[in-house]
């Protein structure tokens, strides 16, 4: 009876640690972390701003199209006399004293002195000395600076999830280990309780043995803290509440792809360097801007009279009026031949950033891809000192009973092997990083489960 409660008890348990936690491949959490990043989310925000921004610039070409009102106040009517009317014809003096006899001393008002003018005027620009252009050039490099961002922020994000999970797969990996280790050491230290009752073995022995498994359950609550804290770190990027149970497991490949190829990729498809061009683009858009500035300006602009004061002025003014101005820059203190001379030197800096940049990309991609073969070599590497340390397990527990060897040699050789494990799940680690850091580099995150196959292929 006591046996079938445990038995529940633990099933129960089982149970409630499978329903909280939730089971996630490295492909499923990407996807989270695309719709669901912040970061993410708010590069995105950016392009969509830089897109209607250039949108707007297109509206350049359009015409303005303005209605104003105004009120003015005079400080008296404007009036025209007889006389100054006479005054301001060209006739002979006899003429003139006729016409002042027959309109005497009238007087004519032109406008009152409250004036209301409403109109509606039209600005349309023809030709601006590539201004225009110019303006929408660099909108649209601004918009590929945003995209590119984007991308870079995707592609960092892609490196840090990698960290998160796969330091999760990692430290379970050290809690089986260290798991092991403790069920390892609990064995051991059962049979040297037996043997020093026996009188086989002295007491010091069997504190070895009673310290050696107190030492492997503190490391083993150590291990599982960090992975409680590594599962936070998780959970926390991918905005989850719940305990996270990482599905893909730590792998390593035999081989990879020429180093070259990795290289050719993110040469050419590397968003920090598209991002470099757009800035370029940016330059280069200002240079035409500034040498527009020496040209003239011509437009079409027109004015249609809506409403005016009831008065002699607004009834001989006509309704409306159009026309084409020309604007000629003839003396500029805005310092235009420097501000040319300044955008290109804002280009020539832009193609040495990318120059340099194509040299530490190359640099940073071999140093990754060496790191990766590294990796690989001391995986494999270590395959052999696994079976030599369990060997030794054996070897030295049997010479224990047989009082041949030592509690701590038992205890050495436990964790000996533990440390090779850890070794060999550090060295697996260290290339998942490496290549998950290639493939962003090469624009490649796609091929992220052809090498999971691969390496299943290769057990």
Not at 31 to 43: D, W
Not at 120 to 145: H, M, N
Not at 312 to 331: C, H, Q, R, T, Y
Not at 414 to 430: G, H, P, V, W
């Amino acid at each position: 009876m006591l046996k079938f409660t445990r038995l529940s008890v633990l099933l129960t348990t089982l149970l409630s640690l499978s329903v909280s936690a939730k089971s996630v491949d490295f492909d499923s959490a990407w996807k989270n972390v695309l719709n669901n990043h912040n970061g993410i989310a708010a590069e995105r925000a950016n392009v969509q701003r830089q897109e209607s921004l250039a949108s707007g610039t297109s509206d350049l070409n359009l015409p303005s199209v303005t209605l104003s009102a105004n009120y003015t106040y005079l400080d008296d009517d404007v009036t025209v006399s007889g006389q100054q009317i006479i005054d301001s014809t060209n006739t002979n003096q006899a003429v003139a004293g006729i016409l002042d006899q027959l309109i005497g001393p009238v007087t004519s008002t032109l406008t009152e002195r409250d004036i209301f003018t409403s109109s509606i005027r039209a600005i349309w620009p023809i030709f601006t000395g590539g201004r225009i252009s110019a303006a929408e050039s660099a909108a649209e490099g601004k918009t590929d600076e945003a995209r590119s961002q984007l991308k870079m922020k995707q592609q960092a994000s892609y490196e840090d999830l990698a960290k998160y999970y796969f330091s999760v797969v990692l430290a379970n990996e050290v809690v089986k280990t260290y798991s092991e280790v403790e069920q390892g050491l609990a064995k051991h230290r059962d049979n040297a309780v037996k043997l020093q009752q026996q009188g086989q073995i002295a007491k010091v022995e069997r504190l070895q043995a009673d310290a050696a498994y107190d030492k492997a359950k503190v490391d083993l609550r150590k291990a599982q803290q960090n992975s409680d804290i590594a599962s936070a770190a998780l959970r926390s990027m991918l905005q989850m509440n719940e305990n996270i149970t990482p599905e893909t497991p730590l792998f390593i490949n035999q081989k990879l792809p020429e180093m070259t190829d990795f290289i050719d990729n993110t040469l050419a498809t590397y968003p920090g360097l598209d991002l470099l061009d757009a800035k370029e683009k940016q330059a280069s858009s200002l240079i035409k801007a500034e040498k527009g500035s020496y040209y003239p300006e011509v437009y079409l602009y027109g004015n249609y009279n809506l409403y005016e004061s009831d008065s002699l002025s607004a009834e001989i003014a006509p309704d409306w009026m159009v026309g084409v101005g020309v604007n000629v820059p003839l003396l500029d203190n805005k310092g235009r031949s420097e501000k040319v001379a300044a955008a290109h030197s804002a280009v020539q800096q832009v193609q040495y950033l990318k120059k340099q940049a194509k040299e530490d990309l190359s640099l940073l991609v071999e140093k990754t891809y060496r790191e990766a073969l590294q990796a690989i070599d001391e995986y494999y590497g270590l395959a052999s000192s696994i079976a030599l340390a369990q060997e030794n397990i054996f070897l030295r527990e049997k010479g224990f009973k047989q009082g041949l060897s030592t509690s701590l040699d038992v205890v050495d050789a436990e964790l000996y092997l533990a440390s090779i494990k850890t070794q060999r799940s550090l060295a697996s680690f260290n290339y998942m990083i490496s290549l998950v850091k290639l493939l962003a580099l090469s624009d490649e995150t796609d091929t992220f489960v052809q090498y999971q196959l691969q390496a299943r292929e290769g057990k």
